[in-house]
């Protein structure tokens, strides 16, 4: 990736310019940033020894009066879905390219906590997280959705937070935080007193898998459904241009991605703020992707999507795209829907299976539902239960219903947790009950290599259908597109025998490199570090020849 590190005090004439005895004290300067809470400065107090010394002392956090690139280390977690991972990609594109070292958690000297808070589990996780890293010395830096939608939670108090809309900044929320300051950035960004989408889409990025680029179309939706907390943090839809979308797809092929993952808090409502639609931006893509190269369209509520199922049933047939959407319905019932305000009916959600699996051959349709909801009744749940039944959906994603603090849902009167346990199993076990790849065993597929199973034992690839095939790991099978035969299959997969000999493997990347196991899992990013280590460590350098100059001048 070619990046230019750019930075400041290019234009100083004369090294005497650098440091000047006229210069602002360290709190004036950051007496203008109300961001910033600068670290205030305690004396040490001297206790007399008791019995209770001898318990093990917590680690105390370093803390850097400046900070050379190079010479800390950032750990970077994240929680959530696919516009989660893009923003952590970036702060971690951002961090390496200015020269820090992006490691495991025991090494860091920083832990950048990226958040989720659509479910209670997975902030309680991040909640324990933090505690952990406080517990072990380090400087913790707080992001995306939960912070952004509390910010107020007691256990974020003290902490530095980079909002969902501020993750260009994040180099400067680092920094800072291991000086020991404390910096908030939580603004929306405008842009001539518009608000837009987030962060430029041509920042550094450093991929956790580099075959696969996640760009966000936009953020936000125009949605109110009443149990959703992600609308408090993403705020209303704001989408990308179309141009700055098509030129950051095209900057990851040249990188060597070889799949595009859309994403969004709905893509289907992607250009209505902006006079554009998702049919037109996916026809715009198409154009840019090179052969053997794939897209995958991210999730879209039913509301948005059905006025464009024509287009979309074209785009989704193009031989470049993969034949897959996620639709999350969340309930069978209409009653529930209207009382979650999804803004649509059963009978409309059915429109858009039926219309595009008519239009779509090998269409995979995934959705989502909420078992629990305040008001759902034995005959609500009934009607969810025919839906999954009538429709056997490959992937459903089953989660039982979370007041989220601050949502119209959490008011309501809940069920019995008994009861949603019982309606979940019920829900499960029925999804349990088929094999959707049952009898593919000696079919043929071309495939795209592009992933490492969870087990670590195999490639995983995915036909035109997006249905996840397993393969023998053999060397150079990543970032290739082979012909496979099924052997085997199971509820989430299939089993498969490469059937062209290696040199009948295409590359689907544009500069033919070879893809190894190793490069899934080293930084892309270190390769701008030395540079970055130069010239930190050269302005230490002038900076103690001047005080020397200094001292021997008195």
């Known amino acids: 990736m070619g990046l230019e590190v750019d930075l400041p005090g290019n234009d100083i004439d004369d090294i005497e310019d650098l440091i000047s005895s006229d210069d602002i004290k360290p709190r004036e300067r950051y007496e203008n940033k109300k961001s910033v809470t600068v670290r205030a400065k305690r004396r040490a107090q001297i206790k007399p020894a008791s019995d209770n010394d001898e318990k093990t002392p917590q680690p105390q956090k370093t803390i850097y009066e400046s900070v050379i690139p190079g010479t800390q280390k950032v750990y970077v977690k994240t929680w ?7 923003d952590s990609e970036y702060m971690a594109g951002q961090l390496a390219a200015y020269g820090y070292n992006l490691s495991g958690k025991d090494d860091a000297d920083l832990w950048l906590l990226n958040s989720c808070t659509v479910k209670n589990p997975s902030e309680d996780t991040f909640r324990n997280e933090i505690e952990s890293g406080m517990r072990s010395g380090k400087h913790v830096v707080v992001a995306g959705c939960v912070p952004q ?5 007691d256990y974020l108090r003290g902490l530095s937070v980079i909002g969902v809309q501020q993750i260009d900044r994040v ?3 680092v920094e800072e935080t291991l000086k020991g300051h404390s910096v908030r950035l939580l603004q929306n960004r405008k842009v001539h007193g518009r ?7 041509s920042l550094p990025k450093v991929r956790k898998n580099p075959l696969i680029e996640i760009i966000s179309i936009n953020s936000g939706c125009l949605n109110q459904c009443t149990y959703c907390k992600t609308k408090h943090a993403r705020g209303d839809l704001a989408s990308y241009p179309p141009a700055e979308i098509v030129e950051r797809a095209r900057q990851s092929f040249d990188e060597g991605c070889c799949e595009i993952w859309l994403t969004s808090e709905d893509t289907g409502a992607y250009g209505r703020d902006i006079g554009s639609s998702l049919p037109e931006l996916l026809w715009q893509l198409v154009e840019v992707i090179p052969e053997n190269c794939m897209l995958r369209v991210g999730m879209t509520n039913p509301p948005y999507i059905l006025e464009h199922l024509e287009e979309v049933a074209k785009v989704l047939q193009h031989p470049r795209v993969y034949a897959f959407l996620h639709v999350p319905v969340q309930s069978g019932s209409d ?5 979650m305000k999804r803004e649509y009916c059963r009978k409309d959600f059915e429109h858009v299976v039926d219309f595009l699996r008519a239009r779509v051959p090998g269409l995979t349709i995934a959705t989502d539902i909420i078992c629990g909801f305040p008001t759902e009744t034995e005959e609500d749940f ?3 239960m025919t839906l999954c039944a009538k429709h056997r959906f490959p992937s459903l994603f089953i989660n039982q219903f979370f007041p989220r603090p601050g949502t119209p849902a959490a008011k309501m009167e809940r069920i019995p947790a008994n009861l949603v346990k019982k309606r979940t199993k019920r829900l499960t076990d029925l999804f349990y009950s088929y094999e959707p790849y049952a009898g593919r065993e000696g079919q043929v597929y071309e495939v795209l290599v592009t992933e490492i199973s969870h087990d670590k034992q195999h490639y995983v690839g995915h036909n035109k259908s997006y249905e996840q095939v397993l393969l023998p790991m053999r060397d150079n099978l990543l970032g290739t597109r082979v012909r496979v035969r099924i052997t085997s299959t199971s509820k989430f997969s299939m089993m498969a025998e490469i059937l062209d000999e290696e040199r009948d493997w295409t590359r689907c990347d544009n500069n033919n490199k070879a893809v190894t196991t190793e490069c899934l899992t ?5 390769r701008f570090m030395g540079i970055a280590l130069v010239v930190g460590a050269l302005a230490f350098l002038l900076h103690l020849l001047l005080k020397f100059v200094s001292s021997q001048s008195k």
């Open 149 to 153: 939608g509390a910010p107020k939670a």
């Open 382 to 384: 009934e009607e969810t």
């Open 80 to 86: 959530g879905c696919a516009h989660n991972n893009s």
């Open 335 to 339: 009653s529930v829907l209207g009382e």
């Open 195 to 201: 608000r837009v989408a987030g962060a430029p889409l």
């Open 522 to 526: 080293q930084s892309r990013g270190q």
């Open 171 to 173: 180099v400067e929320v």
